[in-house]
């Protein structure tokens, strides 16, 4: 048994790694760290841990664990392990956006490897350091990147894409409270997504002559999953295109095509992501979906941290998703 360290256990996503990691037969957790819950039961702030575990929330680290999953805010990761040090044999995952870019991957002489399993495995069975992806850019690369290895993703690419409230975090803001959020659907930042980076570099180290991406975040009157909608020019048909997605993703343990529309129930509080195909004319729609706390977040984080430690690629990550 490893021993996993959390960093910000008290927040969404480290909330769903101490239930996925009370359940898997390779991790045990050794701390759940947290500045302002130290001392209280994990219990006090995830409820749905009563019967499940016992364990307090601490404000000191363990610098010797095997494994560290840093759940905090963007820009605070890297502020922390200035601060924090742990033993050269310490694998750090980091599910913030500090590291996932090239021009940020080295820190401190070490490099992060940039963890969508579906692009790099075979890096992510060999790195001590991983960038856990963002959500809506792991939703989107899946749906993009066969076409960027088929070399064939030289048209502009449009994207439209909702995300339940949980995406912007736990604590409470101006567009994430209930009489706001309940009955509306509303875009933000559009065409300038921070997520933009990292799907972009994807897509280009395997076309370096991709056609641009114009990403258009919705924000969704639910709790949890990402729907992502795009289009691009396609001279194939749509069995050729649903082919070529079945041969890139022929040893992903997570993504799947389906030949019948999808919908968010499908893949919500599963770590899977699911992607539909249509033609229409000499336009290829591509809709894939995802849980944005699990296969965006902390389920792709626990499938790294399988990857990187030789345990099998599902263990733990054997979830049921809710259809009605």
């Not at 399993?117 to 963002?134: H, M, T, V």
Request: aromatic share 10%.
């Amino acid at each position: 048994m490893i021993k996993a360290g959390i960093i910000g256990g008290s927040g969404y996503t480290g909330g769903e790694l101490i239930r996925i990691l009370l359940h898997h037969n390779e991790a045990q957790i050794d701390f759940v760290y947290s500045t302002t819950r130290a001392g209280k039961k994990l219990v006090t702030t995830h409820p749905d841990l009563l019967g499940s575990s016992e364990m307090t929330f601490t404000g000191t680290i363990n610098p010797d664990v095997d494994v560290v999953f840093l759940c905090l805010g963007h820009g605070n990761s890297s502020k922390f392990l200035k601060e924090h040090h742990f033993s050269d044999h310490t694998k750090i995952i980091d599910l913030s956006n500090d590291f996932r870019l090239q021009r940020d991957a080295v820190f401190e002489g070490q490099t992060f490897v940039y963890g969508l399993p579906e692009l790099k495995k075979s890096d992510i069975r060999k790195a001590n350091y991983i960038a856990n992806p963002g959500c809506f850019a792991t939703t989107i690369q899946l749906g993009l990147l066969p076409l960027a290895k088929a070399g064939i993703l030289g048209n502009d690419v449009h994207i439209n894409a909702v995300t339940g409230s949980t995406g912007a975090g736990v604590s409470p803001s101006a567009t994430s409270h209930f009489s706001w959020r309940n009955n509306n659907v509303s875009w933000y930042k559009p065409f300038t997504h921070q997520h933009l980076g990292e799907i972009n570099e994807s897509v280009k180290s395997l076309q370096s002559d991709s056609g641009e991406l114009f990403f258009l975040p919705n924000r969704g009157n639910f709790t949890r999953g990402i729907l992502a909608t795009a289009y691009t020019g396609f001279k194939g048909s749509e069995e050729e295109a649903i082919l070529l997605y079945k041969e890139f993703y022929e040893d992903a343990v997570f993504t799947h095509i389906s030949e019948e529309p999808i919908h968010l129930k499908q893949v919500v509080n599963t770590n899977n992501c699911h992607i539909h195909l249509h033609k229409h004319e000499d336009i290829l729609l591509i809709t894939s979906a995802t849980d944005n706390l699990l296969k965006g977040a902390s389920g792709q984080a626990v499938q790294n941290m399988n990857l990187m430690f030789g345990f099998e690629e599902s263990e733990g990550l054997h979830l049921k998703a809710g259809v009605f």
